[in-house]
């Protein structure tokens, strides 16, 4: 695991010096060492977080000649594999490590070598006779990787802050920002600076001779063909695929754990590692608040396996570590349980070095509530609309007040969905802003145009049925938009490796060629890997309603953590973007207690600690602009 930069141009010694300032803002990705590779053309870095052949894989490595050079940030789990094959036809190895098979993979296959490895990765790779630089990530999103054009060449970066350590023009991308207030998160291949791109997962791109090209895929999620498969066979099949994903990402020549929430996901990785007999530590959070706590859960886990078990319970005091966390983000991001996640890999990185996690588990097999309330579209569009708006119109009369049950605020939620349509309906029950708030709302609606990025999902995946097609926009969306990367930046704020077993290219491409009726069926949710799990895991997990990694931000905001509310909400400056009044509006009703605006509050919080930290370059290393600009220009299509 590593944090990589390089810049591709004419002025070696120039590019040098760059790529060092842009690795003095990586070190927390890679502690263990830094290494620096001059070609003509190019100047490839890395800073390395030692995990497999800890004396000799420092990067960037090469080929015989060193005409070809690579730096990586992942994981290769069959480089073995792939190392016997191109040694059979006459490449020379010099390590074991995983990054050397890079630049021999893509002597022998070319611009296809993605498509040969099986892990985690973003992959920077310079072409000295060909002149010519690829950048890859790995098909699902695991591992970032953002770029801008610089200097008539091209810079690219494990991280924003690295970028923008280069003194890169800090525009910032208004299309961008309201695709953040509508989905919490900023979809790949926008950035919330204008200049600067993230890489979208399962794609290659590709400069030479200093040309650019748009990323072009290597691989697509797809939900077709179907398996003409029975429950039993599908039972054992699943279990040989999670036992070897799981197996393959036990390859470490350092200690490794597991987070375990006490969900089904984490705890069916924990299963899996504990039967390869090695004894498993687990890590835990938790929360004072009951509400929000599983850790009875995870501890039943933890004895049935008799793992190595560690907790830990965040305070609101933990909100202090948001201006780092947000420097690392780059952008602005509104999941809130970026900060215990923070925390749980903080306390496993005092005992182990590389973590495995659940990730994936609930848009791979229908997990989320969610998924059982838009399931049932095809029904609701059968209904005539006046019924429907009269529907929505009498659950909008049930306050958003702090002291609503949670389940009547729910219905209020789902009820302002019904009258929709569609994808929109899906969007409505997802979004932070929408039509529905006003002006403000109407205008982020519009701007973000997120409906569009839905109808990609759709078009690159080919789900059949309501219930595929939601799994196939989270899967293309919010996975590797939000959790990728709160899962990427937590870990590795803390020098920790994570390994997201159930995120298996094989194991994806066999469960999404599953029939639906194997994933939700009436109100159970992940049929095939309950089954699978029956017997093995504790029925308290097995048959506990999903909770979700709540965390109560809505009771700190009005209590320990009013003050920061305060202070950068309420004192916030006029902005383009957004409607300083609107925002005000919501941070009074939320802190009077009157009215719950937890998700919305936040969300604009983070924004505005972004501006702050980020682009105005507030304390901490990401710059040290008092202004910006905006730009709504155009995003191109990236196929």
């Known amino acids: 695991m590593c944090g990589i930069a390089g810049v591709t141009g004419r002025d070696t010694a120039l590019a040098k010096h760059d790529v060092e300032i842009m690795l003095s803002h990586l070190t927390h990705r890679g502690p263990d060492d830094e290494g620096v590779r001059t070609s003509r053309g190019a100047v490839l870095g890395a800073r390395r977080l030692a995990i497999i052949d800890l004396?000799?894989?420092?990067?960037?490595?090469?080929?015989?000649?060193?005409?070809?050079?690579?730096?990586q940030n992942g994981e290769i789990y069959n480089f073995r594999e792939l190392r016997v094959e191109l040694e059979a036809r006459g490449h020379r190895f010099e390590t074991d490590n995983d990054t050397e098979v890079i630049p021999h993979a893509y002597e022998e296959f070319g611009n296809a070598f993605p498509e040969r490895l099986r892990g985690m990765f973003a992959i920077a790779l310079w072409d000295e006779s060909?002149?010519?630089?690829?950048?890859?990530?790995?098909?699902?999103?695991?591992?970032?990787?953002?770029?801008?054009?610089?200097?008539?060449?091209?810079?690219?970066?494990?991280?924003?802050?690295?970028?923008?350590?280069?003194?890169?023009?800090?525009?910032?991308?208004?299309?961008?920002i309201a695709q953040y207030l509508s989905l919490g998160y900023v979809p790949p291949p926008r950035s919330g600076?204008?200049?600067?791109?993230?890489?979208?997962?399962?794609?290659?791109?590709?400069?030479?001779?200093?040309?650019?090209?748009?990323?072009?895929?290597?691989?697509?999620?797809?939900?077709?063909?179907?398996?003409?498969?029975?429950?039993?066979?599908?039972?054992?099949?699943?279990?040989?695929?999670?036992?070897?994903?799981?197996?393959?990402?036990?390859?470490?020549?350092?200690?490794?754990?597991?987070?375990?929430?006490?969900?089904?996901?984490?705890?069916?990785?924990?299963?899996?590692?504990?039967?390869?007999?090695?004894?498993?530590?687990?890590?835990s959070i938790g929360f004072a608040d009951a509400d929000f706590s599983e850790l009875k859960y995870a501890r039943l886990v933890a004895q049935r396996f008799g793992?190595?078990?560690?907790?830990?319970?965040?305070?609101?005091?933990?909100?202090?570590?948001?201006?780092?966390?947000?420097?690392?983000?780059?952008?602005?991001?509104?999941?809130?349980?970026?900060?215990?996640?923070?925390?749980?890999?903080?306390?496993?990185?005092?005992?182990?070095?590389?973590?495995?996690?659940?990730?994936?588990?609930?848009?791979?097999?229908?997990?989320?509530?969610?998924?059982?309330?838009?399931?049932?579209?095809?029904?609701?569009?059968?209904?005539?609309?006046?019924?429907?708006?009269?529907?929505?119109?009498?659950?909008?009369?049930?306050?958003?007040?702090?002291?609503?049950?949670?389940?009547?605020?729910?219905?209020?939620?789902?009820?302002?969905?019904?009258?929709?349509?569609?994808?929109?309906?899906y969007l409505a029950l997802v979004a932070n802003f929408s039509a529905r708030d006003g002006a403000f709302g109407r205008r982020v609606e519009s701007r973000a145009n997120s409906l569009a990025l839905f109808r990609q999902a759709l078009a690159e995946s080919y789900?059949?049925?309501?219930?595929?097609?939601?799994?196939?926009?989270?899967?293309?969306?919010?996975?590797?938009?939000?959790?990728?990367?709160?899962?990427?930046?937590?870990?590795?704020?803390?020098?920790?490796?994570?390994?997201?077993?159930?995120?298996?290219?094989?194991?994806?491409?066999?469960?999404?060629?599953?029939?639906?009726?194997?994933?939700?069926?009436?109100?159970?949710?992940?049929?095939?890997?309950?089954?699978l799990m029956k017997g093995v895991l504790p029925e308290r997990v097995i048959n506990r309603p999903k909770m979700g990694f709540g965390v109560p931000v809505g009771r700190w905001m009005r209590g320990p953590m009013r003050t920061l509310v305060e202070d950068t909400l309420l004192a916030m400056p006029d902005?383009?973007?957004?409607?300083?009044?609107?925002?005000?509006?919501?941070?009074?009703?939320?802190?009077?207690?009157?009215?719950?605006?937890?998700?919305?509050?936040?969300?604009?919080?983070m924004l505005e600690l972004w501006f702050i930290h980020v682009v105005g370059g507030g304390p901490g290393p990401a710059g040290s602009q008092d202004t910006y600009r905006v730009t709504t220009t155009p995003e191109r299509s990236t196929g």
């Open 193 to 283: 600076f204008a200049h600067i791109k993230s890489l979208p997962p399962g794609t290659v791109l590709a400069m030479e001779n200093g040309r650019l090209t748009d990323p072009a895929p290597y691989w697509r999620l797809s939900y077709q063909p179907k398996l003409a498969i029975s429950d039993t066979e599908a039972l054992e099949r699943l279990r040989h695929e999670i036992d070897d994903a799981v197996r393959v990402r036990l390859m470490s020549d350092v200690p490794l754990g597991a987070f375990l929430s006490g969900g089904l996901d984490s705890s069916a990785v924990v299963a899996a590692m504990a039967s390869n007999a090695i004894k498993v530590k687990t890590f």
């Open 130 to 176: 060909q002149r010519k630089l690829l950048l890859v990530r790995d098909r699902i999103g695991k591992k970032p990787l953002v770029y801008a054009e610089f200097r008539h060449g091209l810079a690219f970066a494990s991280e924003i802050q690295a970028l923008l350590s280069l003194g890169l023009d800090r525009t910032v991308d208004e299309i961008a």
């Open 463 to 531: 789900p059949n049925g309501p219930l595929e097609r939601l799994l196939a926009i989270d899967s293309r969306t919010y996975l590797p938009g939000d959790l990728l990367v709160k899962m990427d930046i937590a870990t590795m704020a803390t020098s920790l490796e994570g390994r997201s077993p159930l995120l298996d290219q094989k194991l994806i491409e066999f469960v999404t060629h599953l029939p639906t009726r194997l994933k939700l069926r009436g109100g159970e949710s992940k049929v095939l890997l309950r089954r």
């Open 307 to 425: 793992t190595d078990h560690h907790e830990f319970i965040v305070e609101p005091s933990a909100a202090e570590v948001l201006p780092m966390l947000v420097r690392h983000l780059g952008n602005p991001f509104a999941d809130s349980s970026i900060v215990p996640t923070y925390y749980v890999a903080k306390v496993a990185r005092e005992r182990v070095t590389v973590a495995l996690n659940g990730d994936g588990g609930d848009e791979l097999f229908a997990g989320y509530d969610r998924y059982r309330v838009a399931r049932y579209g095809a029904a609701l569009d059968a209904i005539p609309k006046p019924i429907l708006s009269m529907a929505g119109a009498l659950t909008n009369l049930i306050p958003v007040a702090n002291w609503m049950p949670r389940a009547l605020r729910r219905v209020r939620r789902v009820g302002a969905i019904v009258p929709l349509e569609g994808d929109a309906r």
């Open 55 to 71: 004396i000799h894989g420092n990067q960037p490595m090469a080929n015989e000649d060193g005409s070809v050079m690579a730096v």
């Open 575 to 605: 902005r383009s973007i957004v409607d300083r009044d609107f925002v005000h509006r919501l941070a009074r009703e939320h802190l009077s207690g009157r009215l719950d605006h937890t998700a919305r509050l936040w969300s604009l919080l």
